[in-house]
Structures are given as structure tokens and as C-alpha cells.
């Protein structure tokens, strides 16, 4: 891809113990799902609003509208639930873990990052907002079923772990044969309450 080109995505990111736990129950389940591609702990976030590939001299106005869209959202509390598959449990293609409290306010802040970034040539999003944190991606459709409940049990403790969202995350995903890197190049506050 040319150099005049960035890969841009708009994030949320998690707190460090959320992430550990993560981490310890997706090493331990990696052996038994062999033909999974593990997000690398570090990696782990809620894409908002995926960009795809912008014109370097777009950035700056784009970065512009992330903000005010940020300055408009309020700060909200968030917390993760149960893992679960698209597009099913049976013909799994993603697993993720869901969010039981703060999607709608997460939905807000997609909708108005969509709407903004529209006006510079960013694609909308045509499926509707679903906010997932995805853990691995399959190479082909598996039933996933068994693993989602074994998963779901060591990640009970997700429940009790609520957590304050006060920024966004502009992202620059740099893809390698090695996967990719994501790159923080903006940070974003939140509406304060
Ligand atoms: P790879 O493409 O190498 O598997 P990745 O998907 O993590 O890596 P990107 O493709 O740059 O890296 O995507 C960055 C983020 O945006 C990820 O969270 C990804 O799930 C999400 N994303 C990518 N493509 C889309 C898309 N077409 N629509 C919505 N979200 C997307
Ligand atoms: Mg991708």
C-alpha cells in the first residue's frame, strides 16, 4: 500500500487487570483451538469506527472530527460479559466477549464518529452497531460452542470489573506478515459528565 496512505481505526481501550485476565484465560485455551488467531494481549480494544486506508493529508481534518465527536459524547462506565461468536456459535468466524453495560453509549459515539467522518470520504458503516471485543479470529467456520462456555466460566469475574471510559483512541494499524501493530497517535477525551 502506498505511503500516502494511512490504515486508521477509532478505538476504546481497556484497563490493565481486564486485559491480564484476558490474556491468562486466552493463553490457556490457546492450545485447544489450534487453527484460532489469538489477539495479541497488548492489542486488545473496541473498535468504534473502523477507517481503513486515508489519504495522509486528510489527517489532520479527520483527527478534527474525531474530537468533536469525543467533546460531544459523554464519559460513561462500561463493563464486559459473556463471550460470544459471529456470525453464530456454530459457524464461528470471530469470538468475542460482549459489553453488559455501556453499548448504547459506545453505540453513540459510532454513530457520531459515521456521520462525521462521512464527510471525508470515509465509508459508513452499513451494518448496524454491535460492540464486541474481539479475542481471535478462525481461519474457517468452527462450531465454537464448548469453547465459548469454558471461556465464559474463567472470565466470570469480568462481570464484577466495571470501568470508567474517559477517552478514545485514534489508531494507525500497520499490517505485517507478523500481524499487525497498532499505534496510538491520538487520545481523545470524553465529554466529563
Ligand atoms: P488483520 O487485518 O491483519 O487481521 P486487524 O483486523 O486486527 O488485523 P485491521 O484490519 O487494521 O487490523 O483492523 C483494525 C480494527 O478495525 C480491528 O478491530 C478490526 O476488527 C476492525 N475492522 C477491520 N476491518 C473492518 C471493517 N471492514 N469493518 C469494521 N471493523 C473493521
Ligand atoms: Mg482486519
New binding site residues.
Given amino acids: 500500500m502506498p505511503e500516502r496512505k494511512i490504515?486508521l481505526?477509532v478505538?476504546m481501550d481497556i484497563p490493565d487487570d481486564i486485559r491480564g485476565l484476558l490474556s491468562d484465560s486466552m493463553t490457556e485455551l490457546e492450545g485447544t483451538l489450534s487453527r484460532a488467531?489469538w489477539?495479541k494481549a497488548e492489542?486488545l480494544?473496541?473498535?468504534l469506527?473502523?477507517i481503513?486506508y486515508l489519504e495522509r493529508e486528510k489527517f489532520e481534518k479527520l483527527s478534527a472530527e474525531v474530537c468533536k465527536a469525543a467533546e460531544r459524547a459523554p464519559g460513561f462506565r462500561a463493563r464486559f460479559g459473556k463471550p460470544g461468536a459471529f456470525p453464530t456459535q456454530r459457524r464461528a468466524r470471530?469470538m468475542w466477549i460482549g459489553m453488559e453495560e455501556g453499548s448504547e453509549e459506545a453505540r453513540k459515539i459510532a454513530m457520531k464518529l459515521d456521520a462525521r467522518l462521512e464527510k471525508l470520504g470515509v465509508k459508513r458503516?452499513k451494518?448496524p452497531f454491535a460492540g464486541h471485543l474481539?479475542l481471535a479470529?478462525l481461519k474457517e467456520p468452527i462450531d465454537c460452542a464448548d469453547y465459548l462456555e469454558n471461556l465464559g466460566n474463567r472470565l466470570e469475574g469480568l462481570e464484577n470489573m466495571p470501568f470508567d471510559v474517559r477517552e478514545i483512541t485514534l489508531?494507525e494499524?500497520i499490517?505485517s506478515s507478523k500481524?499487525?501493530t497498532?499505534d496510538p497517535l491520538e487520545r481523545v477525551q470524553l465529554k466529563v459528565k
Fill in positions: 490504515r481505526f478505538a488467531r489477539v492489542n480494544h473496541l473498535t469506527k473502523f481503513g470471530v458503516e451494518r474481539t479470529r489508531y494499524s499490517l500481524g499487525p497498532y
